[in-house]
């Protein structure tokens, strides 16, 4: 009598569990999907994509997403060296095809091509996100007034700059309204953002709005003065890179040209560039390149001019 009972209660404990267990496993999914949907996650699934994440987490790779970060170049530490041995391949695949360039100097130039532009592409970008960041501060002032204006607090109104500026800008300002909601300090939050800007421009910017938040004082006329000084550099700025936008494509075409002049003889003449490898030809040759090398960094260093 007992074991046709039992047997009962051991079935519906066995369905209870099962259907516990599939409840479960709904809400699981529910909760992974708004996972999802608030923290996206870019996933790599190919054998070279986890190559490429796995050198992500180095710390070669960590110091080279700085750079990439402060250049202002959306790319992974793996996908910019991949960009490189492709570059690399495809060089030594034209210099052997069409230039008729023997081994080992058709894997050596491009090599030594790639580490030039990689040197020659972070000096040339330094500080391209602080300039992009530093493009928007002047509108970012202006909300900022604005919003004073209107009788908004001071993180309303980096709320509203949050939501209204595009990136970069955009993207640190929302970092910012997380971490209030969060209620971390005003001052912390400032200045852990300033870790990512150091420049004259965003350094009193961000004094001036720790000291009106300490000391008050009219706020909106403030940022309204500094976001006329702010437009009046850019302008400026923007009127230097125009007058010499000439004199640093010049950079490039300089150096450029008779490299290719020679790649072009080489591939016209049998053993036009024979005579480089002689004693007196390998010191022209370095005479040249240090010459080449020179003259790009001379015309650089010209045209740099800060205000």
Same mark, same amino acid.
């Given at each position: 009598m007992y074991i046709p009972l039992l047997s009962s209660l051991a079935v519906l404990a066995l369905i209870a569990c099962i259907y516990s267990y599939l409840g479960y496993r709904a809400q699981k999914r529910e909760w992974k999907q708004k996972l999802s949907s608030w923290y996206p996650e870019k996933k790599r699934t190919s054998f070279f994509s986890g190559l490429g994440d796995k050198f992500d987490k180095t710390d070669r790779a960590k110091e080279l997403g700085v750079k990439l970060h402060n250049a202002n170049l959306p790319l992974a530490p793996s996908e910019y060296l991949a960009f490189h041995i492709l570059g690399f391949l495809a060089l030594s695949v034209l210099f052997t095809n069409m230039f008729k360039i023997p081994f080992p100097l058709n894997a050596l130039i491009p090599l030594g091509l790639s580490y030039f532009a990689h040197y020659a592409l972070f000096m040339v970008r330094k500080n391209k996100y602080e300039e992009r960041f530093n493009d928007q501060l002047a509108d970012i002032c202006r909300l900022l007034g604005n919003a004073a204006? #209107?009788?908004?607090?001071?993180?309303?109104?980096?709320?509203?700059?949050?939501?209204?500026?595009? /990136?970069?800008?955009?993207?640190?300002?929302?970092? &910012? +309204?997380?971490?209030?909601? !969060?209620?971390?300090? !005003?001052?912390?939050?400032?200045?852990?953002?300033?870790?990512?800007?150091?420049?004259?421009?965003?350094? !009193?910017?961000?004094? *001036?709005?720790?000291?009106?938040?300490?000391?008050?004082?009219?706020?909106?006329?403030? !940022?309204? +003065?500094? #976001?006329?000084?702010?437009?009046?550099?850019?302008?400026?700025?923007? +009127?230097?890179? *125009?007058?010499? /936008?000439?004199?640093?494509?010049?950079?490039? &075409?300089?150096? /450029?040209?008779?490299?290719?002049?020679?790649?072009?003889?080489?591939? #016209?003449?049998?053993?036009?560039?024979?005579?480089?490898?002689?004693?007196?030809?390998?010191?022209? $040759?370095?005479?040249?390149?240090?010459?080449?090398? $020179?003259?790009?960094?001379?015309?650089?260093?010209?045209?740099?001019?800060?205000?």
């Amino acid at each position: 009598m007992y074991i046709p009972l039992l047997s009962s209660l051991a079935v519906l404990a066995l369905i209870a569990c099962i259907y516990s267990y599939l409840g479960y496993r709904a809400q699981k999914r529910e909760w992974k999907q708004k996972l999802s949907s608030w923290y996206p996650e870019k996933k790599r699934t190919s054998f070279f994509s986890g190559l490429g994440d796995k050198f992500d987490k180095t710390d070669r790779a960590k110091e080279l997403g700085v750079k990439l970060h402060n250049a202002n170049l959306p790319l992974a530490p793996s996908e910019y060296l991949a960009f490189h041995i492709l570059g690399f391949l495809a060089l030594s695949v034209l210099f052997t095809n069409m230039f008729k360039i023997p081994f080992p100097l058709n894997a050596l130039i491009p090599l030594g091509l790639s580490y030039f532009a990689h040197y020659a592409l972070f000096m040339v970008r330094k500080n391209k996100y602080e300039e992009r960041f530093n493009d928007q501060l002047a509108d970012i002032c202006r909300l900022l007034g604005n919003a004073a204006r #209107s009788g908004m607090t001071l993180n309303q109104g980096i709320d509203l700059v949050a939501r209204e500026t595009p /990136a970069p800008a955009g993207d640190e300002f929302k970092r &910012i +309204s997380q971490e209030l909601r !969060l209620g971390v300090p !005003l001052e912390y939050a400032l200045r852990s953002i300033q870790k990512q800007n150091k420049s004259r421009e965003f350094q !009193l910017f961000i004094a *001036t709005l720790l000291i009106q938040k300490k000391t008050g004082g009219n706020l909106a006329a403030i !940022l309204e +003065s500094m #976001s006329n000084t702010l437009e009046d550099r850019k302008i400026l700025n923007q +009127s230097i890179k *125009t007058m010499t /936008a000439e004199q640093k494509y010049i950079s490039y &075409i300089v150096p /450029a040209m008779p490299i290719f002049l020679v790649l072009i003889m080489n591939a #016209s003449m049998d053993g036009f560039v024979d005579p480089l490898w002689t004693g007196p030809g390998i010191v022209l $040759l370095c005479l040249f390149i240090a010459g080449v090398v $020179l003259s790009f960094f001379l015309i650089r260093k010209i045209t740099n001019i800060k205000v």
